[in-house]
């Protein structure tokens, strides 16, 4: 069974950084993608960042590139995302998910077919 849990969420000030964890179990990477997304209260979620596995290759949204960096070790089948800069319009819900047929090159919602139950990020201005 594929399981994602989330973690690393929380209250922070503006510019300030957090490093979201999803810890994997179930399944190892290798050829398949996993997202991060987010959802602000009374907004669609939204794709965030995402990372291939089958070459490494990373997106980012325009809203975070050059402050969020997507990353892995596989040996924890944990995958990370670290977040510089924060502004206060980085609060939401943020979720992982795994893309388990690794045909996603994009966080794309619907190429995804397991999801974590999300970790809360604040920032505060």
């Known amino acids: 069974e594929v399981q994602l849990v989330e973690s690393g969420g929380g209250l922070v000030q503006a510019g300030g950084s957090l490093r979201l964890s999803c810890a994997a179990s179930g399944f190892t990477f290798d050829d398949y993608a996993i997202g991060w997304f987010r959802q602000a209260p009374g907004k669609e979620r939204e794709g965030v960042s995402c990372?291939?596995?089958?070459?490494?290759?990373?997106f980012y949204a325009d809203s975070v590139k050059g402050r969020f960096t997507i990353s892995s070790d596989n040996a924890k089948n944990t995958v990370y995302l670290q977040m510089n800069r924060l502004k206060p319009e980085d609060t939401a819900v943020y979720y992982c998910?795994?893309?388990?047929?690794?045909?996603?090159?994009?966080?794309?919602?619907?190429?995804?077919?397991?999801w974590g139950q999300g970790t809360q990020v604040t920032v505060s201005s």
């Open positions: 990372i291939n596995f089958s070459d490494g290759r990373t």
């Open positions: 998910a795994a893309d388990t047929t690794g045909s996603a090159w994009y966080p794309l919602e619907y190429a995804y077919d397991s």
